[in-house]
């Protein structure tokens, strides 16, 4: 009886196959979670830069007849400030009198997708903050 020599050998196809299977799943865990980061940066500075504008309020329309509604112009100054200043873009505008939305977009350079050339992920975040008068006050 004859024995063959195969125990415990690597075909040469396994070897060359399972090397670019494990970078391409690398590549994947790695800039997946690029885009995780960016999106999760993107709704903090959206967050920030909502709350931010929605601070200001029409102290004039306050005091004069009680009604709490954003002072505009100052709102859009001061969440257009904050994205300046984080270094993003983004958008801030009025929504009804009493809130404000801002869309930021973040951008993450990729690091295996780079070679494909997709050489960053951008993510877009968008949020709004209302202002509510008091801690159990209705709106008027």
Not at 56 to 74: E, F, S
């Amino acid at each position: 009886m004859t024995r063959t020599r195969d125990r415990g050998s690597v075909t040469l196809f396994t070897a060359v196959a399972v090397f670019p299977l494990k970078l391409l799943l690398a590549g994947f865990l790695w800039d997946g979670t690029a885009k995780l980061r960016a999106g999760r940066e993107a709704y903090n500075i959206a967050e920030e830069a909502a709350r931010a504008g929605a601070g200001y309020v029409d102290r004039r329309a306050a005091y004069t007849d009680g009604r709490y509604v954003v002072d505009q112009a100052a709102a859009l100054r001061a969440a257009r400030s904050y994205l300046t200043a984080t270094g993003h873009t983004g958008t801030a505008a009025l929504v009804g009198a009493r809130a404000i939305q801002v869309r930021v977009r973040v951008s993450e350079p990729t690091l295996f997708l780079a070679l494909i050339g997709i050489n960053d992920i951008a993510v877009t975040g968008t949020a709004t903050a209302r202002l509510v008068p008091g801690v159990e006050g209705k709106l008027r």
